[in-house]
């Protein structure tokens, strides 16, 4: 498929290889996401979910098998390469928003944009404001990560993914952390960037409600994808 | 701004107990160093100003006469005492040649030829020994800073004009103007006006040192344009050892610095340098272990950070340069504080260590190039002392960073 975001093939995990405790998390994972999908990776705990989102937030590096991101072999990248392509690419909304506390909101939104360029300018503050403004944060632009509630910490870390405008968006248990209304709140912004920025989405969620409404569910079980890999 | 210097000053902000501690650390450690420097360099500029302020950094003489056995090689004859020679009053030979030579040498700022002997000072009945010093006032005021210790009249000795001492000048109880006669063993002698009088510092040269003209000196001491000794004024005080014997190798003259002649006056000093640096690279070395172990601490700290960032596309070597930015930060503030305390001690200094009549003891020597080098040190030792924690940042697994709470 020409419009292929991601791709995996025969990925294989393991942990503390060549020593008597090794074990394998994954076990062969074939997977596709294509531009712009809205996709939701379920399945239980210990299934093997994060360690996926990590190494396809080149955050890990697969045992074997072969990662692509918008077509581009990553296995043999070192670590400067895994990371421009991170950079460029990708765009993460952790469970625990994870911003810097010692920055601003708007600032935490104008990182990913200063880490690729190496400095500030105003072009990106506009687009950062502008960001804020989309969900709904634009009064709180200036106010630290922990005058924030949790709800608007979650927009300020959407915000922040889609900064550098990424093809591809990881989401791990973005509304896990909030009740049901603001992740309600949240889940649909994330659907409004998706339709209007065309950004492709991989959320990682335990809600099925939330799952049931993604284009389509990978679901994940023992290491093994058990369904919806395309 | 750099992102690199955004992030190191945000975290540094964060972080404010730490920073400003290890800060106050650095300025210390600074305030001590620049000020113990300037301590022991002003200590002894004041001790090397005292002990040469009258004497010259050189004194080139002709070689000593030797005796020379005039027996035949190769008879089985062996002279079993060779006595040594007495040594009569030589000129240099010649010494113009020699001086034009000595005022083109790199490293030599001041050159005097002069013609000295031993000589009577009688006034009435009242005789005394002294050492006739025939110079070119001119010539001489650039090696020593004569003039500086003048107490009466100036330093211009010429014609029959002469500058004594003020201890001879109570010996033979003369006063400004007065005549005095200079007498020598090969019974020459003239008839001197006393137009100056000095006082060096120390007793036995007031009593001793006359000065006259060149032209006067060789006369008496039967040298017609000869002299006995080329004094020097070098450039590097501490290399005057070195200019001397490559002037000695040169010329096959007797040159002797004043390293020689003050050889425990440098013994001195020279430990007192190596206490000073002592002390100066053991601060060093504390405000860099200062510093690197609150930056280990503080990336422990920022684990999660790190590892934000890193997701974000921020290089290990961005990373890296964040805390090696952090330390030369701390650095440079903490130098520039404590150099800013260093320079109110040492004001401080002047003004209430007195020695027993209230005259300032000595002032410490602030230089602007010890502070440029003090900077300069401390933000090496910063950046350096940042190298382990920004490279333990740098290698951090961003994965594993995220989930550290």
Request: proline share 4%.
């Given at each position: 498929m020409s419009t292929s975001v991601l791709s995996l093939a025969d990925v294989h995990k393991s942990y503390n290889v060549g020593t008597a405790v090794e074990a394998e998390v994954l076990h062969g994972i074939d997977l596709e996401l294509a531009a712009g999908e809205f996709v939701a990776l379920i399945g239980p705990s210990g299934s093997g979910k994060s360690?996926?989102?990590?190494?396809?937030?080149?955050?890990?590096?697969?045992?074997?098998?072969?990662?692509?991101i918008q077509g581009e072999e990553v296995t043999a990248l070192d670590d400067t390469g895994l990371t421009r392509l991170r950079g460029r690419t990708l765009g993460f909304i952790f469970q625990f928003h994870h911003l810097l506390p010692a920055f601003s909101a708007l600032e935490n939104v104008l990182m990913p944009?200063?880490?690729?360029?190496?400095?500030?300018?105003?072009?990106?503050?506009?687009?950062?404001?502008?960001?804020?403004?989309?969900?709904?944060?634009?009064?709180?632009?200036?106010?630290?990560?922990?005058?924030?509630?949790?709800?608007?910490?979650?927009?300020?870390?959407?915000?922040?993914?889609?900064?550098?405008?990424?093809?591809?968006?990881?989401?791990?248990?973005?509304t896990g952390n909030l009740d049901t209304h603001t992740g309600d709140d949240v889940f649909a912004l994330m659907r409004r960037f998706n339709e209007q920025h065309g950004s492709a989405f991989l959320i990682v969620t335990h809600d099925p409600r939330l799952a049931a409404r993604c284009d389509r569910r990978i679901e994940l079980v023992d290491g093994r994808v058990v369904a919806g890999a395309r | 701004m750099p992102f690199e210097f955004l992030v190191a000053l945000r975290f540094l902000r964060e972080g404010r107990m730490q920073t400003l501690l290890i800060m106050a650390g650095v300025t210390v450690g600074v305030a001590v160093v620049v000020f113990i420097t300037a301590l022991i360099t002003g200590l002894q500029a004041n001790l090397v100003q005292r002990t040469l302020g009258s004497q010259a950094h050189i004194v080139i003489r002709p070689p000593e006469e030797v005796a020379?056995?005039?027996?035949?090689?190769?008879?089985?004859?062996?002279?079993?005492?060779?006595?040594?020679?007495?040594?009569?009053?030589?000129?240099?030979?010649?010494?113009?040649?020699?001086?034009?030579?000595?005022?083109?040498?790199?490293?030599?700022?001041?050159?005097?030829?002069?013609?000295?002997?031993?000589?009577?000072?009688?006034?009435?009945?009242?005789?005394?020994?002294?050492?006739?010093?025939?110079?070119?006032?001119?010539?001489?005021?650039?090696?020593?800073?004569?003039?500086?210790?003048?107490?009466?009249?100036?330093?211009?000795?010429?014609?029959?004009?002469?500058?004594?001492?003020?201890?001879?000048?109570?010996?033979?109880?003369?006063?400004?103007?007065?005549?005095?006669?200079?007498?020598?063993?090969?019974?020459?002698?003239?008839?001197?006006?006393?137009?100056?009088?000095?006082?060096?510092g120390t007793k036995d040269l007031n009593r001793r040192w006359v000065f006259t003209s060149m032209k006067l000196a060789q006369n008496l001491?039967?040298?017609?344009?000869?002299?006995?000794?080329?004094?020097?004024?070098?450039?590097?005080?501490?290399?005057?050892?070195?200019?001397?014997?490559?002037?000695?190798g040169q010329t096959g003259l007797l040159a002797e610095s004043w390293m020689q002649t003050n050889a425990q006056l440098l013994?001195?000093?020279?430990?007192?340098?190596?206490?000073?640096?002592?002390?100066?690279?053991?601060?060093?070395?504390?405000?860099?272990?200062?510093?690197?172990s609150v930056l280990v601490v503080s990336v422990v700290q920022k684990q999660k950070e790190i590892g934000i960032l890193r997701a974000?596309?921020?290089?290990?070597?961005?990373?890296?340069?964040?805390?090696?930015?952090?330390?030369?930060?701390?650095?440079?503030?903490?130098?520039?504080?404590?150099?800013?305390?260093?320079?109110?001690?040492?004001?401080?200094?002047?003004?209430?260590?007195?020695?027993?009549?209230?005259?300032?003891?000595?002032?410490?020597?602030?230089?602007?190039?010890?502070?440029?080098?003090?900077?300069?040190?401390?933000?090496?030792?910063?950046?350096?002392?940042?190298?382990?924690p920004a490279r333990r940042a740098a290698k951090l697994d961003p994965a594993q960073a995220i989930r550290s709470t």
């Open positions: 360690t996926l989102l990590n190494i396809i937030g080149l955050l890990e590096r697969p045992t074997s098998g072969k990662v692509r944009l200063v880490i690729e360029r190496g400095r500030r300018d105003a072009e990106m503050r506009e687009r950062a404001a502008a960001l804020l403004d989309a969900v709904g944060l634009a009064n709180a632009a200036e106010k630290k990560p922990a005058e924030l509630s949790g709800g608007m910490q979650q927009r300020v870390a959407i915000a922040r993914a889609l900064a550098v405008r990424p093809p591809l968006v990881l989401a791990d248990e973005p | 020379r056995p005039t027996l035949d090689r190769a008879s089985a004859d062996i002279a079993a005492r060779v006595e040594s020679r007495a040594q009569r009053l030589r000129s240099i030979d010649q010494w113009e040649a020699v001086f034009a030579r000595l005022a083109e040498t790199p490293g030599i700022v001041g050159a005097s030829p002069m013609v000295s002997g031993p000589a009577f000072a009688s006034r009435g009945n009242a005789s005394k020994s002294v050492a006739i010093l025939g110079v070119d006032a001119e010539l001489y005021r650039k090696v020593v800073s004569i003039e500086d210790d003048m107490v009466a009249g100036r330093f211009r000795p010429s014609g029959t004009d002469a500058v004594i001492g003020i201890e001879l000048a109570r010996d033979l109880g003369v006063a400004m103007g007065d005549k005095i006669r200079l007498a020598t063993a090969g019974n020459r002698e003239d008839l001197v006006t006393v137009v100056g009088m000095f006082d060096v001491l039967d040298l017609p344009g000869g002299v006995t000794n080329i004094d020097l004024t070098v450039s590097e005080l501490f290399g005057a050892e070195a200019t001397a014997r490559t002037i000695a013994s001195a000093l020279r430990a007192q340098t190596a206490s000073t640096l002592t002390i100066r690279v053991f601060v060093t070395l504390i405000v860099a272990l200062g510093i690197a974000m596309g921020a290089s290990q070597g961005r990373i890296l340069r964040v805390f090696l930015i952090q330390g030369g930060l701390v650095a440079v503030v903490g130098s520039i504080l404590g150099s800013a305390i260093a320079a109110a001690l040492v004001s401080l200094f002047a003004r209430f260590v007195r020695s027993a009549d209230g005259s300032a003891l000595f002032t410490p020597l602030l230089e602007p190039s010890l502070f440029f080098t003090t900077w300069l040190v401390a933000l090496a030792t910063g950046v350096l002392a940042a190298t382990l």
